[in-house]
């Protein structure tokens, strides 16, 4: 086993996937080429040409290409996203590999985990889907790691779909003090987003696409909440607020203390239970209200 330090670049899983979808389904470059619209798609067209890399070689599997190709691919890459507006392409990170065959970057080893550990596509318990993760974690099980990478694609495909779906229908809305948006009960994949980690990560995803496709200035600088349905059954939902993203690595999350003061002032029926205070639980009668209180609390 070898652990290295390297730079590399910002695309999720690119080297477990194609280029082609590890670059239309990563946070960085979908929002930047705005690629839930037609202009998005003709630049990503564009992006490609610029790298001078055949569709037929960045469609297929990473492994599955040229050597010669991948041997200078970072730096194509680096080259042409500067030209795009994408000057922070390149990360830091660290790679472990386990003999020849398998390398993973660390954000693989992440999405692998969050994906197992929150997985809904069978009805298992929490304590099941913690111990597939923690499996994944050790060498001898790399194909529960690869189990992992499967199906972090699949949320990062769904991701990517909804918010193109929240951007496209405008459903994200100004409630003066913050952007709102309430993914309905219905709506594909959204099954997968009554866990926190993803709600999480879609709450970001969506804040950086809605910032970079907005004109409104003032929209720009706003956190947003996001909410999505927990359990229809029992009539909850779960309820994340993040910083606006501008300066957002200074910026500390100040929803877990407003979350809890709005749900105090209207008496609503909510839960706190997860590590991150920003994330809550809430009655689904008691959405509403809850929001009123929030808006007064923040304005």
């Keep these: 086993m070898r652990i290295a330090f390297e730079y590399d670049v910002r695309l999720s899983l690119y080297q477990h996937w194609s280029l082609y979808e590890s670059i239309c389904n990563s946070c960085y470059t979908s929002a930047t080429l705005k690629l839930?619209?037609?202009?998005?798609?003709?630049?990503?067209?564009?992006?490609?040409?610029?790298?001078g890399l055949p569709l037929k070689q960045v469609k297929q599997k990473f492994n599955s290409m040229d050597i010669s190709l991948k041997e200078n691919l970072r730096e194509m890459i680096e080259e042409s996203?500067?030209?795009?507006g994408m000057k922070d392409i390149r990360v830091q990170t660290f790679s472990v590999q386990f003999g020849f065959?398998?390398?993973?970057?660390?954000?693989?080893v992440v999405f692998a985990v969050i994906s197992l550990l929150e997985n809904t596509e069978k009805d298992e318990s929490g304590t099941d889907n913690f111990i597939k993760a923690l499996d994944s974690l050790s060498r001898s099980n790399l194909d529960k790691l690869h189990t992992g990478l499967e199906l972090s694609k699949k949320l990062l495909r769904a991701i990517q779909?909804?918010?193109?779906?929240?951007?496209?229908?405008?459903?994200?809305l100004s409630q003066g003090p913050f952007l709102y948006c309430?993914?309905?009960?219905?709506?594909?994949?959204?099954?997968?987003?009554?866990r926190s980690v993803s709600l999480c990560l879609l709450c970001k995803y969506l804040l950086k696409s809605f910032v970079s496709s907005t004109k409104n200035k003032r929209c720009k600088l706003l956190p947003l909440v996001l909410a999505a349905p927990l359990d229809v059954e029992k009539g909850t939902v779960i309820m994340v607020g993040i910083?606006?993203?501008?300066?957002?690595?200074?910026k500390k999350n100040f929803f877990g203390r407003a979350f809890e003061k709005a749900a105090e002032s209207t008496s609503s029926r909510t839960l706190h239970n997860q590590f991150d205070m920003s994330i809550i639980e809430l009655r689904t009668e008691d959405r509403s209200k809850f929001l009123d209180a929030l808006i007064s609390l923040l304005s």
């Design 182 to 194: 309430y993914l309905m009960e219905g709506t594909p994949d959204v099954k997968m987003f009554s």
């Design 36 to 51: 839930w619209s037609v202009q998005g798609q003709k630049r990503l067209q564009e992006f490609l040409a610029d790298m």
């Design 81 to 84: 996203a500067n030209k795009f």
């Design 243 to 250: 910083p606006p993203e501008v300066e957002s690595s200074d």
């Design 101 to 108: 065959k398998n390398k993973f970057l660390a954000s693989d």
């Design 161 to 172: 779909q909804t918010v193109a779906s929240c951007i496209c229908t405008n459903l994200i």
